[in-house]
């Protein structure tokens, strides 16, 4: 069903679907491709059961089939990871019903949608490129399973956004998480490099404020990819900072990040900060 949305492949998702798909994410660190017998045995659903779903689930895009010693075997996919990731947010009154993607990157899909009061909200399904997170049929794996490091960027992004938030800095509101998904309030605007600025400067001090309360108040946290791309800036010139799944603890990050922003504002702008002086003020020693 390639011209499905994502709504629309949750709305055809029932809950035996949903017992599949949970099983195969649960049991992701075991082998990447389970077979058949053990997915029926584990779910309790009986052999036509079990084929509807799985027809339905591939049908969608939820699963991937291969033969694992001639036994037909199912993978989940990034699709079935979504499926799974909205039911977790409607489960917890976060998300009412999805709405028309509008942006999509590399590690990353961004849909809109509306929480239970009809207000507009945003969904980021993560997706970190599986390619790059190979395993071989009989489970032995070398590098980090890539679900795990699409759960790890989820989780990463909305536990720094959410301890930023909730010490003032200038982030989007985090409203919710959920597997790879993590759902985020509204905020209307253009990115930073596309912005003229009427004050450079302010929006420059907001954008270096809420860096200072990442490191100061969440235990030397830093965005770690920073630049004009993941800064928005709204009708009244007040910023936010997004994009936060590459949060770490390393201060040459730091300095990147310093001399991206630095460097975007200087050039546009004319504004030229001392590098040692943001930096002393970034990690609260001035």
């Known amino acids: 069903m390639p011209s499905l949305t994502l709504a629309e492949r949750v709305a055809v998702t029932d809950q035996l679907d949903y017992a599949v798909l949970k099983y195969l994410l649960n049991n992701r660190g075991k082998f990447e491709y389970v077979p058949k017998s053990i997915i029926r045995d584990n779910t309790g659903l009986t ?20 033969k694992v010693r001639g036994e037909d075997s199912y993978s989940i996919t990034f699709t079935g990871l979504d499926i799974l990731a909205t039911k977790g947010l409607y489960a917890k009154r976060v998300l009412k019903r999805l709405g ?7 590690e990353s899909q961004v849909v809109y949608g509306y929480d239970f009061d009809d207000n507009l909200l945003v ?55 959920s597997i790879n998904a993590v759902a985020l309030e509204f905020v ?45 800036v709204d009708s009244s010139e007040n910023v936010f900072v997004i994009d936060w799944p590459q949060a770490t603890r390393d201060d040459i990050l730091l300095i990147n990040d310093l001399k991206n922003i630095l460097g975007h504002f200087k050039e546009k702008y004319g504004l030229d900060y001392d590098m040692d002086r943001v930096e002393e003020y970034v990690k609260g020693k001035a």
């Open 47 to 66: 052999n036509g059961e079990l084929e509807v779903s799985l027809l339905k689930l591939l049908k969608t895009g939820a699963l991937l089939k291969t």
């Open 100 to 106: 028309i993607v509008v942006g999509e990157g590399k």
């Open 123 to 177: 969904v980021k399904f993560h997706r970190v490129g599986r390619r790059s997170y190979k395993r071989n049929v009989r489970g032995d794996t070398t590098i980090k399973d890539w679900v795990l490091k699409t759960l790890g960027n989820a989780r990463r992004e909305y536990e720094a956004m959410n301890c930023v938030k909730q010490n003032m800095g200038n982030v989007p509101k985090p409203l919710g998480l």
């Open 188 to 232: 209307e605007g253009v990115q930073l490099n596309k912005a003229e600025l009427r004050d450079p400067q302010k929006a420059l001090d907001s954008v270096l404020g809420t860096l200072r309360v990442a490191y100061v108040y969440c235990g030397g946290l830093v965005h770690g990819d920073l630049s004009p791309y993941n800064v928005m």
